[in-house]
């Protein structure tokens, strides 16, 4: 059966942790990034099937990662779930054109939903 991919983009090495260990455990392909700068790169690389963003990551932060991806004809289709512990959420992720947001610190259960609807 061929895995579903899940990239990750968070600089809190805590939740990576968590959010990888549940993810795997269900079944899913979890590659993380702390980063966002390269954000083209991975998802070229990693081809995933849906994006984690956080807001606060390292070197363009989340808002502008997201819209590189999603002004890209190759990647624009990808789900991008924004995540992030701002009171702004909805606007930020508009901003960002996620295709959805959960707020931190999150409930897991929440998290897998958004991911599995947007995988079937």
Do not use: C
Not at 10 to 23: A, G, H, N, Y
Not at 42 to 65: C, F, H, S, T
């Amino acid at each position: 059966m061929n895995k579903k991919k899940i990239l990750i983009f968070d600089d809190d090495t805590t939740i990576l942790e968590v959010i990888s260990i549940i993810f795997e455990e269900n079944g899913y392909q979890v590659e993380i990034s702390e980063t966002s700068h390269d954000i083209l790169e991975r998802v070229a690389q990693y081809k995933p099937d849906v994006i984690l963003m956080d807001n606060w990551i390292p070197k363009i932060g989340g808002v502008e990662a997201t819209k590189l991806l999603k002004n890209h004809e190759d990647f624009k289709h990808i789900p991008v779930i924004y995540v992030t512990a701002n009171n702004d959420i909805v606007a930020l992720a508009k901003q960002a054109q996620a295709d959805d947001y959960v707020a931190k610190p999150f409930n897991l259960e929440d998290l897998e939903e958004k991911v599995a609807n947007f995988l079937q």
